[in-house]
């Protein structure tokens, strides 16, 4: 949630030569919907249902994929992902997500309407809702990193 999961993920695609692939630009081209249209008309429950079938449409062997924050949380994603490919939970602090997310509302369904002190809290929230779902992933990193750059380097090292 606020990471920078597409930023990152974008770098260490062209660094494997793999493709990108972005669940929710997935679901918005299946749908032909925005996501906020998605939430909008029909639901959270309704969407989460599209996210995980976009999901196990994805050839993992060939692509880097970036996930929306939510997304392992439902539909036993997590467990799919894990068997299927390497994942990843970029952990951030509290105050890192706040300062990311606080001026990219508009497009973010679930916080477009709340104050600074309201998305605060729903950061907060979020994150003690999710960690636990979070930390099964197979590779944790901690963020911020000054350098993107060197963060896929050094952290991915292995797969290069």
Do not use: W
């Amino acid at each position: 949630m606020g990471v920078g999961k597409t930023t990152i993920g974008r770098r260490l695609a062209r660094k494997l030569n793999m493709k990108f692939v972005d669940t929710d630009k997935l679901i918005i081209q299946k749908t032909g919907e925005t996501i906020d249209a998605i939430f909008k008309n029909r639901g959270e429950e309704s969407f989460r249902k599209i996210e995980a079938d976009v999901l196990r449409s994805i050839d993992f062997a060939s692509a880097v994929i970036a996930t929306g924050g939510g997304l392992p949380c439902y539909n036993n994603n997590m467990e799919y992902m894990n068997q299927h490919g390497l994942t990843v939970y970029l952990y951030a602090e509290k105050s890192f997500i706040f300062h990311r997310l606080k001026n990219a509302k508009k497009v973010r369904p679930l916080i477009k309407e709340l104050s600074q002190e309201q998305l605060k809290t729903f950061i907060e929230e979020k994150l003690n809702e999710r960690h636990p779902i979070y930390k099964q992933s197979k590779l944790q990193l901690n963020l911020p990193i000054d350098n993107l750059e060197s963060l896929v380097n050094r952290e991915f090292a292995a797969l290069l």
